[in-house]
T-cell receptor, first 112, second 115 residues
Framework: QKEVEQDPGPLSVPEGAIVSLNCTYS??????FMWYRQYSRKGPELLMY????GNKEDGRFTAQVDKSSKYISLFIRDSQPSDSATYLC????????????FGTGTRLKVLA | DTEVTQTPKHLVMGMTNKKSLKCEQH?????MYWYKQKAKKPPELMFV???????INESVPSRFSPECPNSSLLNLHLHALQPEDSALYLC??????????????FGPGTRLTVL
């Protein structure tokens, strides 16, 4: 079993839809949870960075962490064609230079 | 300045060549990272430098040689690479503070092709 599981997609939604992206994990020591967006042939761009459980909102993006279920989510409201990209979740056990464990990424397509 | 820059954007090299990748950040970050990313796969950690010292080497073959000349610069020296080393090489940096906020910021990557 991989430490972090993420559905590779592709996930296709119409413009304006609410998108839900998810990752599950097995290591209860993870404390920091990140979401990155990566456009084709570009570097990952940090979208959300959360510590421990709870919700965090930034514009159209909301990150949720449920440590009891070992489950994290990223919600995108009012999705746009420009949101079409691969979304990577990442987790680490600590701050500093603790290693990030990445999910495989979910490819999202938002159709105009 | 809130970005990580990488040069070159693209690199094609033969198996006998020696080349270097360069990464630069001016955010005052004290940790810098090299990752390798193959198509449709997540980034794989190669090396971590903290305060200009190598702190993590993920059992990377010696044909990859990292160097951190100062707190803003990170190099990856390449020698005698194999075609399977063709990938997107990503540099990242993070503040490396004692607090919880040490998120990693990535550069755009160097797309390497080994012939």
């Amino acid at each position: 079993q991989k430490e972090v599981e993420q559905d590779p997609g592709p996930l296709s939604v119409p413009e304006g839809a609410i998108v839900s992206l998810n990752c599950t994990y097995s290591n209860s020591a993870f404390q920091y949870f990140m979401w990155y967006r990566q456009y084709s042939r570009k570097g990952p761009e940090l979208l959300m960075y959360t510590y421990s459980s709870g919700n965090k909102e930034d514009g159209r993006f909301t990150a949720q962490v449920d440590k009891s279920s070992k489950y994290i989510s990223l919600f995108i409201r009012d999705s746009q064609p420009s949101d079409s990209a691969t979304y990577l979740c990442a987790m680490s056990q600590g701050s500093g230079t603790y290693k990030y464990i990445f999910g495989t990424g979910t490819r999202l397509k938002v159709l105009a | 300045d809130t970005e990580v820059t990488q040069t070159p954007k693209h690199l094609v090299m033969g198996m006998t060549n020696k080349k270097s990748l360069k990464c630069e950040q001016h955010m005052g970050h004290r940790a810098m990272y090299w990752y390798k990313q193959k198509a449709k796969k997540p980034p794989e950690l190669m090396f971590v430098y903290s305060y200009e010292k190598l702190s993590i080497n993920e059992s990377v073959p010696s044909r990859f040689s990292p160097e951190c000349p100062n707190s803003s610069l990170l190099n990856l020296h390449l020698h005698a690479l194999q075609p399977e080393d063709s990938a997107l090489y990503l540099c990242a940096s993070s503040p490396f503070t004692s607090g919880p906020y040490n998120e990693q910021f990535f550069g755009p990557g160097t797309r390497l092709t080994v012939l």
